[in-house]
C-alpha cells in the first residue's frame, strides 16, 4: 500500500522547519548577547521607521499611529518594489536582476553581518586587529556572494550562507521600536496574503510568469536537497524539495527541480552543483503495472475498483510532487526571526511560546499546500499565531506562573 502525501510529507516539512529553527535559535542568541552590551533603547533608522521615530516619553496613542503610519509606508514601498521587479522579469531583465541579487547579498553580509561581527568581538573582546578583522569579513563577503550565485558551489555552504543573510537582516529589523516592530509585522502578514492570492499580486504575477517560462527567477534561493539516497521501499516514492526563494519573497510554492540522468534507475541521488538525480517514480509504477494480471493477447487489464482508482490518484499526485519542491521565502525566515528575536528582548516563557505558535503555522501552511498545490503565503498563519501568543503569554500566562511559583503553588 503507497503512502498517501500527508503521510510521506512529514520528512519535508522537516526540512523546511529545521533552517527557519536555526535561524529563529541564532537570533534568540544574538538578541541576548549583542544587546546586553548596548542601550536596550537604542533603535536603527530604516525605511520602516521612516515617517515616525518612537519616543519612549510618547502617549500609546501616538505610538500607535505612529507605528501604523510607519507600517504602511514600509508596505508602499515593498510592493512598489515587487511590481519593479515583475516588470524587469516580464521584459526579461534577467541580467539585471542577477547583479541585484548580488549586490544584496554582498551589501547584507558587508554592512549587517560586519556590524554583528563587531558587535561580537566588542562583547567578548576578542584579540584581533583591523587588519584581520577587514581580511575575514571580505573572505566572509566574497565566498557568500559566490555561493549564493554559482552553481560549483557546495550545497551545504550555500545553505548555511542563506542562513547567515536571514540572521543578519533578522538581527537588524530587531533594533526597531517595539510598536513598529508589531504593527510592521502584521501588516506585512496582510500583504503576503493579499500579494499571493489575488488575482493582480504582485507575487502571484511572479509566480505564473516564472511558471509559464518554467524557469527560476534569479534570487535567493535556499534548497534543502538530499545528498545521500534513502534506503528502503520509500526511496521509490521520490522526494519533496524544500527550498527558500527570495524571489516569491513570502510564499510558498510548488518549484520544478531540474534532474539529471532521467532515464537511470539507480537509486543514487548525486547532489552536485544545480542539479540532482532524484529516483523516478515511473520506474515504480511501471514495476506495480507488470504485476497486474495479463489477459487476452499480453494487454494488461486494470481493475476499474474505487480503491484501485484512490491508489492511481495517490501515485500521481506523489509522482507530480517528486518533481516539484517547497518553497520558503527568505523573507518568511527574517520575520519569523524577528518576531523570535523581539519575546526575547522581554523573557524566555514568551520566546518558547512564540517559537511553538510559529513552527504550527508553518506546518499547516506545509499541510495545506500540500493538498492545494499552488502557491500559499507563508507569513499569515505563522505570523498570527506568534502575535496572539506573545500577548496572551505576555499578559495572562506570565502573571499567573509568577503568582502561582510566588505563593509556592507552583515550583
Known sequence: MESSILECIGVEIIGVMSPVSMCMFLVVLLVYSVSTSSSPDTTIRTAANLVYDENPSDTATQKLEGALLNAVVFVILIAIVTFLIVLLYYYNCT??????????????????????????????????????????LFNFTIVGVLSVIASAIPIILRQCYMVCIGISVAAWFTKLPEWTTWTLLIALALYDLVAVLAPGG??????????????????????????????????????????????????????VV???????????????????????????????????????????????????????????????????????????FVFYSVLVGRAAMYDLMTVYACYLA???????????????????????????????????????MEPFIVGTATNLMMF
Open 95 to 136: 541580467a539585471f536582476l542577477r547583479h541585484y541579487v548580488r549586490f544584496s547579498a554582498f551589501f547584507v553580509l558587508a554592512s549587517m553581518g560586519g556590524s554583528i561581527f563587531l558587535s561580537l568581538i566588542q562583547r567578548f573582546s576578542i584579540p584581533l586587529d583591523s587588519i584581520t578583522c577587514f581580511i575575514l
Open 202 to 255: 504582485p507575487l502571484k504575477l511572479l509566480v505564473e510568469l516564472a511558471s509559464s517560462r518554467n524557469e527560476e527567477l534569479p534570487a535567493l534561493i535556499y534548497e534543502a536537497r538530499p545528498t545521500v539516497a534513502p534506503t528502503g521501499r520509500a526511496a521509490t516514492l521520490g522526494f519533496l524539495v524544500a527550498g527558500v526563494s527570495e524571489s516569491r519573497s513570502s510564499s510558498i510554492e510548488l518549484q
Open 258 to 332: 531540474p534532474t539529471e540522468n532521467q532515464g537511470n534507475t539507480n537509486t543514487n541521488i548525486h547532489g552536485a552543483g544545480d542539479s540532482v538525480g532524484v529516483v523516478r517514480v515511473q520506474d515504480f509504477l511501471n514495476d506495480e503495472e507488470e504485476r497486474s494480471p495479463l489477459v487476452g493477447n499480453g494487454n494488461r487489464e486494470e481493475e476499474m475498483s474505487p480503491l484501485v482508482e484512490v491508489n492511481r490518484n495517490e501515485r500521481r499526485e506523489i509522482e507530480e510532487i517528486s518533481e516539484r519542491g517547497f518553497k520558503l521565502g527568505l523573507g518568511d
Open 358 to 396: 510559529i513552527i504550527s503555522g508553518l506546518g499547516c501552511t506545509l499541510i495545506l499546500l500540500s493538498v492545494c498545490r499552488h502557491a500559499l503565503p507563508a507569513l499569515p498563519i505563522s505570523i498570527a499565531l506568534g502575535v496572539l501568543f506573545y500577548f496572551l503569554t505576555r499578559l495572562l
